[in-house]
């Protein structure tokens, strides 16, 4: 079964996003993109695209999130406040190989005024072939991470 994918952006990052999701769209990995904005030329603050996309992957609505903005940075921090939801920016390909099996990252954010888009593109290319094995020696990690939640699950 394919992955439903959540992509969001700043008008910082609009420009790749709408790139990416073409990518995603044409990937026979994928089912289902859902875009949460900013649409080109729409300005809403990186905070609440990212806790929308962040929300719909906490609720099961979507399997992950790919979120860009200026740095990936502000995308990041603002995705980690909604409960049970694990995300980073990544730059490289190491980075994000384990930011899926090390870490069972739902969501992965680039920064647009930092990467070339062809690396975000081969990155995000790269990510969707991860999935994390929680019998892995990373389970254990992962769910230290989960018991911190407010509510573990
Ligand atoms: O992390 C924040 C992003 O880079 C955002 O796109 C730009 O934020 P700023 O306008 O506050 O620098």
């Given at each position: ?10 008008i910082a990052g609009v420009n790749y996003k709408e790139i990416l999701k073409a990518d995603l769209e044409a990937d026979a990995r994928v089912a289902e993109v859902i875009d949460v ?117």
């Open positions: 079964m394919g992955l439903t994918i959540v992509v969001g952006a700043d904005g900013v649409r080109p030329g729409e300005d809403i603050d990186y905070p609440h695209v990212a806790v929308e996309a962040a929300r719909k992957v906490a609720a099961g609505e979507a399997d992950r999130a790919l979120l860009v903005c200026g740095t990936g940075m502000g995308m990041a921090i603002s995705a980690n406040k909604v409960p049970g939801i694990r995300a980073s920016v990544a730059h490289d390909s190491f980075s994000v190989e384990r930011l899926v099996l090390s870490n069972d990252a739902q969501i992965l954010t680039l920064g647009e005024r930092v990467i070339g888009l062809q690396l975000a593109r081969r990155l995000v290319r790269e990510w969707l072939g991860y999935t994390f094995d929680p019998e892995s020696p990373s389970g254990p990690k992962v769910a230290a991470i989960r018991s911190y939640e407010p509510d573990p699950h």
